[in-house]
């Protein structure tokens, strides 16, 4: 099959860490991506990860791939009330088409 | 860079009518792409081309619609004889196609609602 999934809700109290998780199954894709999307707007990229990397870091962002397990995650650090989005994880079918999870909503709390 | 722009942002339609939604994409992104979101889901693949070159189609993409880029550059969406299950969000991204991943940026979305 070609999905990939994600819990559709996380919450979080502001200033914590929020992990959101995501497993996917095409063992073969070559990147894995994270977007976001604020209610109304389009899919920002956040970050991506090559399939032969366990971790990338950019500020206060960390994606972890366990590429075993299929399992990909997305740590936010000091979370904000601006990081309040629904979050993708997206593998890569092929070099054109990405596979999307439903999204996770992120909801902060004060 | 400005960014990958869509128009119009919201467009409302009587069943029936034919709409029509426009892309520009990054400058020198040679790779466009179209999706369709619904509410609490995520995108669907529904077209992809290649400069000018409509490479690949989405079973989603009935013959109702029609993906045109007739240089390379802007593209069109056209959906004829609109359905209410045509309401949704349509989304047009693009990318270089080459290294970094090929990393994908999206526009703002077009809101299309059928009445």
């Known amino acids: 099959g070609e999905d990939v999934e994600q819990s559709l809700f996380l919450s979080v109290r502001e200033g914590d860490s929020s992990v959101i998780n995501c497993t996917y199954t095409?063992?073969?894709?070559?990147?894995l991506y994270w977007y976001k999307q604020e209610p109304g707007a389009g899919l920002q990229l956040l970050t991506y990860?090559?399939?032969n990397m366990d971790m990338k870091q950019d500020q206060r962002l960390t994606v972890l791939l366990n590429k075993k397990d299929k399992h990909l995650s997305l740590r936010i650090a000091d979370t904000q009330t601006g990081d309040s989005a629904i979050y993708f994880c997206a593998e890569s079918k092929s070099n054109y088409q990405l596979i999307w999870g439903a999204g996770t909503k992120l909801i902060i709390k004060p | 860079d400005t960014g990958v722009s869509q128009d119009p942002r919201h467009k409302i339609t009587k069943r029936g009518q034919n709409v029509t939604f426009r892309c520009d994409p990054i400058s020198e992104h040679n790779r466009l792409y179209w999706y369709r979101q619904t509410l609490g889901q995520g995108p669907e693949f529904l077209t992809y081309?290649?400069?000018?070159?409509?490479?690949?189609k989405s079973r989603l993409l009935s013959d109702r619609f029609s993906a045109e880029r007739p240089k390379g550059s802007f593209s069109t969406l056209e959906i004829q004889r609109t359905e209410q299950g045509d309401s949704a969000m349509y989304l047009c991204a693009s990318s270089r196609g080459t290294g970094s991943g090929n990393t994908i940026y999206f526009g703002e979305g077009s809101w299309l609602t059928v009445v």
């Open positions: 095409d063992s073969s894709s070559t990147y």
């Open positions: 990860i090559f399939s």
């Open positions: 081309f290649q400069n000018e070159a409509q490479l690949e």
